[in-house]
């Protein structure tokens, strides 16, 4: 049973990231004295968003395909090629700003939000392709993945707009 939950955890780690997001947005929020703004809200949801869903979920992306890209290419329904390093360097650079941004300006954080934006959109269009025209249903290709290729963006576009929106 443990290990089916961490299987199902780690394989749907863009899911489970936005999950620990939130679980740590809410523990920010409630610890900080009463009254409690909608300013402070978005503030911790947005902070928590960036470290997780961008910081660290782009740092497990980097690792899993540099490090583990014969296994992440499996997941995905794709063969092994030179690919899988770069993607996982692009996802090194996301990790960074995202990180950087969790605590940083707002210019900082539109950064961290369009870049890996524009990154899972395009990801999610090309998982509809091989859907299409390959018939890949694999679960890195058709599964939680290609959902939270969307989710991911359109949270992160609302939370921006939300804190731009905010005093």
């Known amino acids: 049973m443990i290990e089916s939950v961490i299987r199902f955890a780690l394989s749907n780690f863009t899911l489970s990231f936005l999950a620990a997001g939130l679980v740590a947005s809410a523990v920010a929020y409630f ?10 809200l978005v503030e911790s949801l947005f902070s928590y968003f960036l470290l997780f869903s961008v910081g660290i979920g782009f ?30 360097f692009a996802s090194l650079g996301f990790a960074l700003v995202g990180l950087l941004a969790f605590r940083g300006s707002f210019g900082l954080r539109l950064a961290a939000v369009i870049g890996p934006s524009a ?24 599964g939680v993945i290609f959902w939270t290729d969307i989710l991911v963006p359109l949270a992160g576009l609302t939370l921006l707009f939300l804190q731009r929106r905010s005093p």
């Open 31 to 40: 610890a900080k004295p009463a009254p409690r703004t909608r300013a402070q």
């Open 119 to 142: 990154f899972l959109l395009g990801a999610a269009g090309g998982h509809i392709y091989q859907m299409i025209t390959a018939r890949n249903f694999a679960p890195g290709n058709a």
């Open 59 to 88: 740092l497990y992306n980097f690792v899993m395909h540099v490090f583990f890209g014969e296994m992440a290419a499996r997941f995905i329904g794709w063969a092994q090629s030179p690919f899988q390093t770069e993607v996982g």
